[in-house]
């Protein structure tokens, strides 16, 4: 990933500089749908936690032994043109014997239908609950048929709907400053509305006979990133910071870095606060504008500080608008291929003590199309 950026003087002596970052890069990869060969107690964690799942999914009362939630989500558009959702799960493994987990992901389309009742009693499945799992692809192909059968038999489950991802991570979640540890993983679904699912469970259970267990479920929606012509972006993310990786991840390598892109890897803020300390980094990409000769863009971004007093909203600083063309993006951008970035980053101690609305407005210059996003944050 190649990074071309501009310092822009700001509208205001109070803020000295802000950089934009223009990239260069290829879409995030995709989850690994590889195989990977589990030993006998993995494969025994991969069934306990398929079938907290399926209950969860079913409706039905599950442990809530350890707190799980799902902080954030962001969505990028992938190569494929499916959404690419990199995320943050919050696991206290601090009520947990060690901070060695089992976790799986599970993501259900809300129009997803369940098998049919004739589907549901096909003879000869054996339960997936009840059998060993030869590797963690197997979660992701489970027949519908073979969940329900597995419902009707052990738990009285209903027919479910099959999964549109799945996956599953033998990790150690561990608390950073008396704070729950946290672990970043993604997946790629077609645009739509859904349901997420985590289980967590303990793998070194101190009672082997009552391992502490829970599952978070959360509902969303994906816009669609790929229509052509909608000028649209990604989440635009609030960084902590970023890192340069010495090659681009593989597709297994991938699901542990979910924030990769390219050959950087970003690293979101937990909330909206920043310190003073800290430096105040944005970043997003700009989808579906206008290409121009050699396939390169010709976008204006600006962007607009807003202070939260008591007394309303005030202006606070500008950006001078920022030209991504045929200039000032990469020589070897093609917009067939990459995706253009975007962001600003303004040095720590430049903003005052405060809350902040920032104003991004995107326009494609060609057909005359903008749309605008806001990003809240806080310095204190």
């Known amino acids: 990933m190649s990074i ?24 995030p990869a995709a989850q690994a749908q ?28 599950v442990p809530a032994d350890l707190p799980v939630s799902i902080e954030a989500y962001h969505y990028f558009k992938s190569a494929t043109g499916a959404t690419y959702v990199p995320f943050t799960m919050v696991i206290d493994t601090s009520k947990a014997s060690s ?64 999964a549109s991802f799945q996956d599953l991570y033998f990790v150690s979640v561990v608390p950073l400053a008396e704070r729950p540890g946290r672990l970043a ?28 267990m829970a ?41 542990d870095h979910p924030y990769a892109i390219g050959t950087i890897e970003i690293v979101p803020v937990a909330g909206t606060k920043l310190a003073t300390t800290d430096p105040l980094q944005v970043f997003f990409q700009i989808y ?20 939260k007093l008591d007394s309303g909203e005030k202006y606070f600083n500008k950006t001078e608008p920022e030209v991504l063309n045929a200039a000032s993006v990469n020589p070897m951008f093609d917009g067939t291929k990459h995706q253009l970035s975007s962001g600003i980053t303004v040095p720590a101690g430049k903003i005052p003590v405060g809350t902040y609305r920032l104003e991004i407005k995107v326009t494609d210059k060609p057909s ?4 605008t996003r806001n990003l809240e944050f806080s310095v204190s």
């Open 4 to 27: 071309r950026g501009r310092v822009l003087a700001l509208a205001s002596a109070s803020v000295v500089v802000s950089v934009v970052v223009v990239a260069s890069l290829s879409a």
């Open 34 to 61: 590889q195989k990977r060969k589990l030993d006998k107690a993995q494969q025994q964690e991969a069934n306990v936690l398929t079938q907290l799942v399926d209950q969860a999914q079913a409706g039905l009362q």
């Open 368 to 371: 005359g199309k903008s749309l």
């Open 185 to 212: 993983r993604a997946f790629q679904v077609e645009p739509g509305d859904y349901d997420v699912y985590v289980a967590v469970k303990e793998r070194e259970p101190a009672d082997k006979k009552n391992p502490k």
């Open 215 to 255: 599952v978070c479920r959360q509902s969303f929606s994906l816009p669609n990133l790929a229509i052509p012509g909608d000028l649209t972006v990604s989440s635009v993310l609030l960084l902590a910071r970023t890192e340069e990786l010495t090659q681009q991840p593989t597709a297994e390598q991938q699901r």
């Open 288 to 307: 579906n504008y206008t290409l121009t000769q050699g396939n390169k863009p010709d976008v204006l971004v600006e962007y607009n500080f807003y202070r």
């Open 99 to 162: 901070p060695a987990v089992s976790v799986m992901l599970r993501v259900v389309k809300k129009s997803a239908a369940a098998p049919t009742q004739a589907q549901a009693k096909v003879p000869g499945i054996t339960p997936a609950t009840d059998r060993d799992v030869a590797d963690s692809s197997d979660l992701r192909s489970r027949m519908d048929a073979d969940r329900a059968q597995a419902g009707a038999n052990k738990d009285n489950l209903p027919p479910l709907p099959a």
